[in-house]
């Protein structure tokens, strides 16, 4: 249900860093709450309105009324036709149930670090996109951080034939979970159907997990 954090976006046009933390509160939220207990069509919403507060990028309340009420439409049930007061409320909610811990340390930063370290900052843009859908999973919340961007590195760099073996063997890190997560990923652009590079056959998916040398 977090799409609905991503449609919002789209239309406020906040910065990813925003959606990134909204996101990472829609799932928090839901490790300690049921759906039926917080309604995640006015969850979504209030964890983009947080999100936008605590990375200085605030995004009115009344703002994101008008879009929910565009999005729903005319004929829309009622009960989904949001008011400010229903976010504010919301809020308080979403602050207990998070234990008022708003801060995120989100891959971005690890991943241009990494990428200029390993002299490849050609991958940035590649790299940048493949920690964009990370967040359409739960990784956020099972990898640090930095272990993401090595990952969406690992991945960038088979699918680009950049050969960062050696760099990778330099860092000691546990190849294992790397290759867990770039698994993963590509998993999960295999099962909805997704080209990480908008051209990518179906079939070089097993040749890219074989790429990824073991744990070193």
Known sequence: ?????????????????????????????????SMSEYDPRLVAPTCLYLASKVEES???????????KKMCGT????????????ILEMEMKLLEALDYYLVVFHPYR?????????????????????????YKMDLILIYPPYMIALACI?????????????WF???RVDMNIVKNISMEILD???TYKIDPQRGLPDDKISPVLNKLPAKS
């Open 188 to 190: 999960f652009y295999d």
């Open 75 to 86: 004929g829309s049930d009622d009960k989904y036709r949001f008011e400010i007061k229903d």
């Open 110 to 134: 690890p991943l241009l670090q990494l990428l200029q370290d390993a002299g490849i900052t050609d991958l940035t843009q590649f790299a940048w996109g493949l920690v964009n859908d990370t």
């Open 58 to 68: 605030t995004v009115q309340a009344r703002l994101l009324v008008f879009y929910i």
């Open 1 to 33: 249900m977090s799409f609905h954090i991503w449609r919002l976006a789209q239309q406020v046009k906040v910065r990813q860093r925003v959606i990134a933390t909204a996101v990472t509160y829609f799932r928090r939220v839901y490790t300690r709450k």
């Open 169 to 171: 063997e330099e860092l």
């Open 154 to 166: 690992y991945i960038a760099s088979a699918l680009k034939d950049k050969d960062t073996t050696s």
